[in-house]
């Protein structure tokens, strides 16, 4: 099992262009979710899953558009990058398990993103 | 809405003493709370988990954490640290069925 898989590990945009942040996971994961990472912010929500076809907003979705057609995809796509989106960008999936709550989330190694 | 919060932005300890890492929430119902540790450039480890039980809650690496509900706490605890624990560790609460919430993370320094 390769686990939670992002791609790439580093990018640098210019400010205004797009671009997808791939994750993929293989354990067969209902939910799935994306968070950022900043410096004394901790991780933040942006956009979670709960099936194929089924996506929601977090706590930042501005300026990010998901999608989740299959069970193991889950792409993050900037619409049009601004310095503001630099940050560490991570993926992680879950299983409801007994009871739906009692189940810990993995996460991918990271996308670092630069805005400039 | 559920969440947590870590008092400490660092906690600096002396590698072989005890060390306590903060984390206290806020939640309605019963709390689902985690752990996990953030090496540098990697992503984030999961340590340990409190679902119901034991107050004492046993994880990964020797760590261990304290649910107290009249406090509201579920502090991290290792007793004796090792300069390998240095790391960015967090604290998370589950919030619903599909959404996980993080604390903003403490900074462990393990001084040789």
């Known amino acids: 099992n390769a686990g939670v898989t992002q791609t790439p590990k580093f990018q640098v945009l210019k400010t205004g262009q797009s671009m997808t942040l791939q994750c993929a996971q293989d354990?067969?994961?209902?939910?799935m979710s994306w968070y950022r990472q900043d410096p004394g912010m901790g991780l933040r929500l942006i956009h979670y899953s709960v099936g194929a076809g089924i996506t929601d907003q977090g706590e930042v979705p501005n300026g990010y558009n998901v999608s989740r057609s299959t069970t193991e995809d889950f792409p993050l796509r900037l619409l049009s990058a601004a310095p503001s989106q630099t940050s560490v960008y991570f993926c992680?999936?879950?299983?409801?398990?007994?009871?739906?709550?009692?189940?810990?989330?993995?996460f991918g190694q990271g996308t670092r993103l630069t805005v400039v | 809405a559920q969440s947590v919060a870590q008092p400490e932005d660092q906690v600096n300890v002396a590698e072989g003493n005890p060390l306590t890492v903060k984390c206290t929430y806020s939640v309605s119902g019963n709390p689902y709370l985690f752990w996990y540790v953030q090496y540098p450039n990697r992503g984030l480890q999961f340590l340990l988990k409190y679902i119901t039980g034991d107050n004492l809650v046993k994880g990964s690496y020797g760590f261990e954490a304290e649910f107290n509900k009249s406090q509201t706490s579920f502090h991290l605890k290792k007793p004796s640290a090792l300069v390998s624990d240095s790391a960015l560790y967090f604290c998370?609460?589950?919030?619903?069925?599909?959404?996980?919430?993080f604390g903003k993370g403490t900074r462990l320094h393990i001084l040789p």
């Open positions: 354990m067969n994961h209902e939910y």
């Open positions: 992680a999936s879950s299983y409801p398990g007994t009871g739906g709550l009692n189940t810990e989330a993995f």
């Open positions: 998370a609460v589950r919030d619903g069925y599909d959404k996980i919430i």
